[in-house]
Each structure stands twice: as C-alpha cells, then as structure tokens.
C-alpha cells in the first residue's frame, strides 16, 4: 500500500507486477488521510481502512489562578470518519473497489504507520490536545475487521504518548512499541491481544550508533529476531534473546541502484529514506475480474 501526500492511494503486488490507483474516498478537510491495509481472516478478503477529517473546531477557556484569571488554553476538537475498502476473495462485483463507511472513531487518528495484524489494524490516536501543539495524552486504537468496530486501549506505562523518536510495529502476532528513551537506548514492549491490550517488557537494546529521529523494527522469519531499522539508513538484526545487533546493510553506503544503462551507484550522503515493510508473496490480482 502506497499513500500518496496529494490523497492519492496506490496497491502494488511485486508477484503480479500490478500497480494500481485505488478510487478516491471521502474528502477529508486537511488533506491530511491515514491508511492502513491488511488480510481479514474471517472474509478471506483484503481490506484498505482510511481514515479522514470531516472538520475541527478550537474552543478557548479561560484559566483560573487562585480565583483570578490567568490566561487561556486552546482545546481543538475534530469531527473524523473511517471506511474501508475491499477486495479479493469471494466479494462481489458490488461491493469490491467501493469504500464503506463504518463507524467512525472515537479520537483523531496520527500521522503514524499503523499495525496491521491479521483482522485487526491498531491505530495511535490524539486524546487530547492543548494547543500550540502540546499534546497531553494519546491512546491505541483497536479496530477489528471482524465487526468494524473500535476499541480503546491505553500506551504501555513507559509513556503517556506515542513521542517523535517512539514507534508501533509487529513482533511474533503481537503488538509492538518501541520507546527510544535516548539516541542510544530502546525498550521493546509488547501487548497481549485481548479485551485489554496488557502491556510488558521484552527487551532492552542499546544502539551501536546513536539515533538521529527514529528507530523503527520490523519482524523477520525467525520469531526470536527482529530487524531495527535506524533513520531509515542502518539495517540491524536484534536477537531478543539477548539483546545482540548485527549490521546487515548500511543502505547509503553499500546499496546500489542500477540505472540499466550498465552503471551502478549508491546514494552516498544524498538524503533518502528506505523504510521496510513486511512482504508475503501472493499471486492475487488486485484490480477485479470483469
């Protein structure tokens, strides 16, 4: 899934050499959208989930110190919807390529990647914000593909809110939050599935080179490892175990692109970001047959 800044979304299978533009959903008022994609076990269909501002409004109050007044806050409070798109499987003609509103979600979705588990998509959400910017408190946001339906469920108790430098992934089937407590330091919590998301420590993991932004994992093969990647440059495999890192790629310095004019180059200090994403092979045909 390919989310485009202008609102545009794509899908592209490698294994079909489909690249294909989905239909525009609901016009959110920020051009602002986020999107997530996943397999819904229970339909046996694919299913792309946006999530869109309908309006916002901000409401000033003024502050009491001692009885007098002192000064005024900024609340903003936002009007959002949700839809889904589906497709493979058994759905019909009249029902694939079509989005569907669902119910909509009880705080303002992020600009962070979602997590899609299979069924589920988990969301980090604004719960409450004063402004300029200072945000008090976020929440996970659960929605199940089983009944298009939303559940809340708080930050593991390492922080209130999902920070710049923190970052939500998948580990073995679980849930996973990744909180940078330095450019050095990492704590990998996960969250058992269920009523309620219980929250616990898996790993501590010092970085062999601090981190610029962001360190973002993605899970591998093998249940035990994870990679990490750092400011989207530096590929890591960390063995849980016992916390050990080993240098895959540093994708500035050793990946090469071919230009297929019999040249390679790498990009050296240009700026450029690789993100993973996980990836199972599968000869589904996006667009429906007609």
């Known amino acids: 899934l390919i989310p485009a800044f202008t609102g545009t979304i794509f899908?592209?299978?490698?294994?079909t050499g489909e690249f294909v533009e989905l239909p525009p959903g609901s016009p959110s008022l920020l051009r602002e959208h986020r999107v997530a994609f996943g397999f819904d076990p229970w339909s046996g269909t694919y299913k792309v989930a946006r999530h869109f501002i309908r309006s916002y409004r901000d409401t000033t109050t003024a502050q009491m110190d001692d009885g007098e007044?002192?000064?005024t806050t900024t609340s903003r409070e936002y009007s959002c919807g949700h839809e889904i798109l589906t497709f493979g499987g058994d759905v019909g003609k009249e029902e694939a390529w079509v989005w569907k509103a669902t119910v909509d979600p009880p705080y303002p979705i992020k600009a962070r990647t979602p997590i899609c588990l299979p069924g589920v998509f988990f969301w980090s959400a604004l719960k409450s914000m004063?402004?300029?910017?200072?945000?008090?408190s976020n929440v996970i946001l659960r929605f199940s593909l089983l009944d298009e339906t939303f559940t809340v469920h708080?930050?593991?108790p390492c922080s209130e809110y999902l920070g710049r430098n923190d970052s939500l992934s998948a580990l073995g089937g679980k849930l996973c939050y990744i909180h940078s407590t330095?450019?050095?330091?990492?704590?990998?919590?996960?969250?058992e599935d269920g009523s309620n998301l219980a929250w616990s420590l898996c790993r501590r993991v010092c970085l062999p080179i601090p981190r610029m932004l962001l360190a973002f994992a993605c899970a591998s093969t093998d249940r035990d490892k994870i990679f990490i990647s750092v400011d989207a440059c530096i590929l890591l495999r960390c063995d849980l175990r016992d916390g050990s890192l080993e240098e895959i790629i540093n994708m500035p310095r050793d990946m090469l692109y071919d230009l297929r004019n019999g040249r390679k180059i790498n990009i050296g200090a240009l700026f450029?970001?690789?993100?993973?994403v996980p990836y199972v092979e599968s000869l589904l045909r996006i667009r429906p047959s007609r």
Not at 11 to 15: K, L, R, T, V
Not at 130 to 136: E, N, T
Not at 182 to 191: H, M, Q, V
Not at 272 to 276: E, G, K, T
């Open 11 to 15: 899908i592209c299978n490698p294994a």
């Open 69 to 71: 007044e002192g000064g």
């Open 130 to 136: 004063v402004l300029p910017a200072k945000v008090i």
């Open 154 to 156: 708080p930050n593991p």
């Open 182 to 191: 330095s450019p050095w330091d990492n704590s990998i919590w996960l969250a």
């Open 272 to 276: 450029v970001a690789h993100y993973m």
